[in-house]
């Protein structure tokens, strides 16, 4: 009994070692800024992708905040937002809004080979600027996620007005919040009013039911994810990186953030081809 003991402790001991090995090693090789290999080889990597049937139904979701000049790392610069949305389109990507995405994930309609889910948080006044008109002359769809608060009054934020213009043309306008506060410091009382007031102001300006919202900052829980549910929404998008899949929580949506960094481009066409470790695995979500 004794000599059991013994042995199996540094088993175990080897194993778990081996286990954090293993997470660490794939973690560091496989972070989008780390991994190794040119732009090309990732370009080839994404090509070779767009081939392929969409079997395992793993949806890419991207998430954007500002598309201006702006050197900061959530301001994509118009050129490099043209370069990518023509990318995506010369390399088979076809964008679909959140009722397409929930309704694969729920129902497992079909989608579109290589699906992409193009997503805008805060609402700036530089979406309508600077990408709609890109994402119009190429006949793309994307879903902008506004802060009900900002809408019209706070300088360079969107209107109403210029939503209603923009939903004519394939951009579906969704939930950000009343004003922008981290969820997860708010009392159910303050977390009702965010989710239900900006549900209802969105409603009234667009004329129809607004079914999505982005937690701001992409902070949440269970708690808040279940009282998303309560109030009304269909799904619910983080900023947890991954790509959505029937394993994911509706109400708790993986993204891919694109950021302004040295090598705009290069690193988009990384981080869109870039397949989670939990993916590449088989593990459960969780
Ligand atoms: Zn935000």
Redesign the pocket.
């Known amino acids: 009994m004794q000599e059991q003991k013994n042995f199996k402790k540094p088993v175990l001991f080897f194993c778990a070692f081996l286990v954090l090995a293993l997470i660490a090693f794939g973690t560091y090789t496989l972070r989008p800024s780390n991994r190794a290999g040119t732009a090309q080889a990732a370009t080839e990597a994404a090509a070779v992708s767009v081939g392929q049937t969409n079997a395992a139904q793993s949806i890419l979701v991207l998430n954007y905040?500002k598309i201006d000049t702006l050197m900061h790392s959530l301001s994509v610069n118009p050129s490099d937002f043209r370069w990518q949305m023509e990318y995506l389109k010369s390399h088979g990507y076809n964008t679909i809004t959140p009722d397409d995405l929930i309704a694969n994930m729920e129902e497992g309609k079909a989608l579109p080979v290589n699906p992409v889910l193009i997503t805008f948080?805060?609402g700036y006044l530089d979406n309508y600027k600077n990408a709609y008109p890109v994402l119009k002359e190429l006949g793309m769809k994307a879903t902008i996620?506004v802060?009900t608060d900002f809408m019209g009054g706070k300088k360079g934020y969107l209107d109403w007005s210029k939503c209603r213009e923009m939903e004519k043309n394939g951009i579906t306008i969704a939930s950000?919040t009343v004003d922008?506060k981290s969820m997860t410091d708010l009392s159910d009382e303050q977390l009702r009013h965010e989710l239900i007031d900006s549900k209802k102001a969105a409603e009234e300006a667009l004329g129809h039911s607004v079914d999505y919202i982005?937690y701001?900052?992409g902070a949440y829980n269970l708690h808040i994810a279940d009282m998303t549910k309560e109030a009304g929404y269909k799904a619910a998008f983080t900023i947890k990186y991954g790509n959505a899949d029937k394993e994911s929580n509706v109400y708790a949506i993986e993204r891919v953030p694109i950021f302004h960094t040295e090598h705009t481009n290069r690193d988009f066409v990384e981080r869109i081809s870039y397949t989670p470790l939990f993916q590449q695995f088989g593990w459960k979500k969780a």
């Open positions: 905040h948080d805060d996620f802060v950000h922008h982005a701001p900052t």
